[in-house]
């Protein structure tokens, strides 16, 4: 069984930075692709971010590359987000996700942690 925990949401004024952490437990973790989805009111699930299990490959949507970050650690068990220049589009909640591959939508990744609110606003 794969747990997921996120922790570092918060407010934070238009161009500052936040940094998101998910801490991951359970014997798989590190076999598995990671993600960091979010979630704005009224709007669909969108993919933020991944990283691969093995060669931790990265990539990211159009609107936050060059701005966010993503990392993990597969010693620790733990993904981050660095996010950096924040817009107050980038107001949601953020959820870290886990799955063997990237699935077509978000409804089919397997694990997933309880989301943590990024507020973005002067």
């Known amino acids: 069984q794969v747990q997921l925990v996120e922790s570092g949401g918060g407010l934070v004024q238009p161009g500052g930075s936040l940094r998101l952490s998910c801490a991951a437990s359970?014997?798989?973790?590190?076999?598995?692709?990671m993600y960091w989805y979010r979630q704005a009111p009224g709007k669909q699930r969108e993919l933020v971010a991944s990283?691969?299990?093995?060669?931790?490959?990265?990539t990211y949507t159009n609107s936050v590359e060059g701005r966010f970050t993503i990392s993990r650690d597969n010693v620790k068990n733990t993904m981050d987000l660095q996010m950096n220049s924040l817009k107050p589009e980038d107001t949601a909640v953020y959820y870290c996700?886990?799955?063997?591959?990237?699935?077509?939508?978000?409804?089919?990744?397997?694990?997933w942690g309880q989301g943590t609110q990024v507020t973005v606003q002067s």
């Open positions: 990283i691969t299990a093995g060669n931790s490959k990265t």
């Open positions: 359970g014997s798989m973790i590190s076999l598995l692709d």
């Open positions: 996700g886990a799955a063997w591959e990237l699935p077509s939508t978000w409804r089919s990744v397997p694990y």
